[in-house]
């Protein structure tokens, strides 16, 4: 595992700010380093690198090759099968190389996950820098209720929007679940960029909507909800 988080590490260090900030209108093009939730709640990631010149050290396959390898290397860990091929049960698998692609000196690996566990537990396995974020939370709003974090509520414009997630007893408000009732919700601990598919309704202070389906996360608890 240590050569595995060494190259997807390495990989990451060639990050560039703003590389391929592709916001699609109501879906994910991976076309920027960001996670993806889905409407029935599956967790997908990109990394996208810009090299300053030429990459000599990676070519299409030998970078897949290696994600393929970091992907078993941590499926095994989990007492997993290794790929898809060995497999019974595609969905089960913990981590799973869903796309590389190499183009003159911008490179892109989008991983699928088993769980929301498993794209933490896997960043931290690889050395994944791309993003801070710790714990990843994905579910309806009385599921998270216990994870909620103590915030007011905005609409996706940025307006307030009336009510807070937690009472003063530091228990979830039955006003805020009854409004939030219908939309799916993802928690962050460290700031990352999120995409869904579908609409964000809602959002916790702090957090950047744009484009109406992604959000920048800030370091703090945050979450936004979203139909």
């Not at 380093?33 to 409407?39: A, L, P």
């Not at 996208?48 to 030998?62: I, M």
């Not at 088993?114 to 820098?129: H, I, L, M, P, Q």
């Not at 805020?176 to 579908?198: D, H, N, P, R, W």
């Amino acid at each position: 595992m240590k050569k595995r988080k060494a190259v997807l590490a390495g990989v990451a260090c060639l990050m560039l700010a703003g590389c391929g900030q592709n916001t699609a209108a109501d879906g994910w093009n991976a076309g920027e380093n960001s996670i993806y939730v889905t409407k029935d709640l599956a967790v997908e990631s990109a990394m996208v690198y810009t090299a300053e010149k030429a990459n000599d050290l990676y070519t299409q396959e030998g970078l897949e090759n290696y994600a393929r390898d970091a992907a078993a290397s941590y499926n095994k860990d989990q007492g997993a099968a290794e790929d898809f091929e060995n497999s019974e049960d595609r969905e089960k698998l913990p981590v799973a190389l869903k796309d590389c692609k190499l183009e003159g000196q911008t490179g892109t690996l989008v991983f699928e996950y088993g769980s929301a566990e498993d794209f933490v537990k896997f960043a931290e396995a690889t050395g994944d820098n791309t993003h801070s974020v710790t714990a990843l939370y994905t579910g309806s709003a009385e599921e998270l209720s216990e994870k909620l974090p103590d915030a007011d509520v905005l609409t996706s414009d940025g307006k307030d929007a009336g009510f807070s997630l937690l009472g003063s007893d530091g228990a979830p408000e039955a006003d805020a679940l009854s409004k939030l009732k219908g939309c799916q919700a993802v928690i962050t601990e460290g700031s990352a960029t999120v995409y869904v598919e579908g609409k964000i309704a809602y959002a916790t202070t702090g957090v950047t909507v744009k484009a109406g389906n992604a959000a920048i996360m800030p370091d703090e608890p945050a979450c936004i909800f979203f139909k």
